[in-house]
């Protein structure tokens, strides 16, 4: 039983994380319809940045946090005005390779600048645990509590940007119906913009808590955007709160087929067995659903 | 002699005369070259043609390895076998994953194709008795077809060395798999892809079966990338489970996007250009300064594929082979775009396009 409670504790905290990951893919995806294959690349930066500014630079932990994230959301607008805004009416694939693109650039870049060693964050939570229940009761981990905050405010940020800022409704409006917000006198450049800002902040505090604790950041933690695809489609991909629920999911589906999947299944098929059941899952929710537990139908139209 | 010819007598004579004038290091970036030109040509039947995103091409030629590590390499069975062999289990996997393409598309299609090849990754690493495991799995695959063995071959008292004869080997593929290609996109089964590639709604409006189209495509280029990983192992003798990841499908749609996609020339000219290119990199990289700038092998080759996907699919998104035929039209036409050429001009002048309708 304290298992299964340990477990869960720790599916939350990977979902709470994932839910951020696919919360930075859903804030583009839904404006401006673009899949962003180089979100992974800006958890990344934000890490490194965040790195930089705290452990390079010596600047206190939240300070350099901030600033990452300004300086992220910076590189955010830079590749949407160099490299995306061309391709606006393009077919997805060609948009799709954009980004792979500029992944593979980011990357390659961000190995040349910081190397390809774990480095540590230098984050306050560290590797603090709290025991709930007494001896034999269930472990917390400082980061995870921090990670689950994160995931909550952000979301409600973000809620709250759209709901009462003019940007924010801006940015719905271009959502809801590109054309008829042009129409309507949005500068629908601006919000793809503030899109990109807003999800590169967002890869910076998600890369951040990915690599607080114990993990520490390389160039590898950027493939872990590709872990939260599922995530992302099991919520649907225009939904906020979808991706929230979507990655909570994933996470506690992941950790829990991580710690019973090697007891239950036989030989070598268990290890590592967690990479692969998010996509089973996904795979069958695609088939019965495809737009995702939360997103909107496609209709198409000649 | 037409040009087509031409260009046809040309490529024949560099077939016979490179392997026995280019040494064995540039006869293997050619040979692996040509293996990823096959795998590429069925790629863009897939992305080119029928117009769905595929990124997990790169799981495709991992079942083609693994088909001949086990039909090969183990069971010691023909050339002919393990390579069909290989194609049919790419082209039945390729099905399945064209059956989810069913009702999916765009960003969905690209997101289940990636998980085709983290479900690869895992079976490749954790099932020894088809990969051998993270250990990988190596050994010789006969290559004997007909009078020919290519991995000892002796052609009328002379032989050659292994190299120049898989560059024989691996290019009379190219061919074969070029010659079916053009053949399939002129049939049935291929004008129903480019339909569906225009407009999937109006295709079936018009009767076009896009169910089968679709898991028609898929197929296809599962069975050639399977191609590609059969001749991968056959060449290279060892094959690792961790070589079908996710960057390996992605230097393939870099190769079909460079070379131009949805033309013939397009993934052989890119497998050209970029399936050698990290050899290339490799064996010239004590002689650039990457070394000064922090920069490792690895690395420099994701940038610059990077760079080039980028750069391609934003400023020349009909690739090398498209930019041929711009210059060859431009040199009948003048520097004026395509919808000033008489013909074009004469047929657009009183109908109005179908752009201009969706406009009203």
Known sequence: MTRLAQLLVAGVAVGSLYGLIALGFVVVYRASHVFNFAHGS????????????????????FPALGLAAVAAAAAGVAVERLALRRMVGQPPFAVIMITIGVALVMDALMVWAWGAERLTVGDPWGLTTYRLGG???????AIDIARLLAAGLVLAAYWLFCRYSSLGVAMRATAADQEAAVASGIDVHRVFAVCWALAAAI??????LLAGGARGVDPSLSAVALAAFPALVLGGVNSPVGAIVGGLALGVVEVLAAGYGPGWLPGALGANVHTVVPYLVLLGVLLVRPSGMFGDRERARL | MTRRRLVAAVLAVAFVVLPLAVGDFGLSVLTFAGIFAVGAIGLDLAVGHAGQISLGHGFFMGVGAYAAVNLGAEAGLGLPVWLSGAAVAGGALGALVGLCALRLRGAYL????????????????????ISGGAAGAGGEAPAVLGPLDFNHLRVAGQSYAREQAWFWLVWALVAAAAWLAANLVRSRTGRAWQAVHDNELAASAVGVDVGRAKVSAFAVAGALGAVAGALYFGYVQYVGPDEWSLFLSVQFLAIVIVGGSGRLAGPVVGAVVLGGAPRLVEELSPHLPIGGLGLTVANLNRLLFGLLVVCFVAYAPRGLAGGWDDLQRRRRWGRRPLADAPMVRAAVADEPTIDDKEQL
């Open chain 2, 110 to 129: 690209a997101i289940v194709t990636v998980g085709v090849v983290f479900v690869g990754l895992y079976v490749w690493n954790n099932v020894p008795a």
């Open chain 1, 135 to 141: 001896a034999g009761g269930v472990r917390v981990a």
């Open chain 1, 203 to 208: 890869a910076t505090v998600a890369g951040v």
């Open chain 1, 42 to 61: 800006f958890l990344l930066l934000g890490a490194y940045l965040t790195y930089g500014f705290h452990q390079q630079l010596g600047l206190p932990f």
